[in-house]
Nanobody, 126 residues
Framework: QVQLVESGGGLVQAGTSLRLSCGASGASFTAYAMGWFRQAPGKEREFVAAISRNGANTDYADSAKGRFTISRDNAKNTAYLQMNVLRPEDAAVYYC???????????????????WGQGTQVTVSS
């Protein structure tokens, strides 16, 4: 059992940056691969970025590649999503997710994640 809480969302102008945080509690953070997903109104939840349990491996959606960076600090039980050069189409509720994995896997599929945070709203104005 692990509990996840996202923070760092807000209203920003296009071209600026945000850093989202995902704090984990209740279980060994190092046992979980972590991911970030987002869901805009009227759309399905989509993959943004993922990182393996030891932080060695990462994966990004094409829309995030080159602009977003996922990272984790296992000593702080926290995962991050640094979002640069934000675009209006990036606006969505961003969700942090955790998946228990025995190896250093990267998981881009939402159905493989066991736990989810409540989400944090990111709004990007033109």
């Amino acid at each position: 059992q692990v509990q996840l809480v996202e923070s760092g969302g807000g209203l920003v102008q296009a071209g600026t940056s945000l850093r989202l945080s995902c704090g984990a509690s209740g279980a060994s953070f190092t046992a979980y691969a972590m991911g970030w997903f987002r869901q805009a109104p009227g759309k399905e939840r989509e993959f943004v970025a993922a990182i393996s349990r030891n932080g060695a491996n990462t994966d990004y959606a094409d829309s995030a590649k080159g602009r977003f960076t996922i990272s984790r600090d296992n000593a702080k039980n926290t995962a991050y999503l640094q979002m640069n050069v934000l675009r209006p189409e990036d606006a969505a509720v961003y969700y942090c997710a955790a998946a228990y994995k025995p190896f250093v896997e990267v998981i881009p599929h939402p159905h493989e994640y066991n736990y989810w945070g409540q989400g944090t709203q990111v709004t990007v104005s033109s």
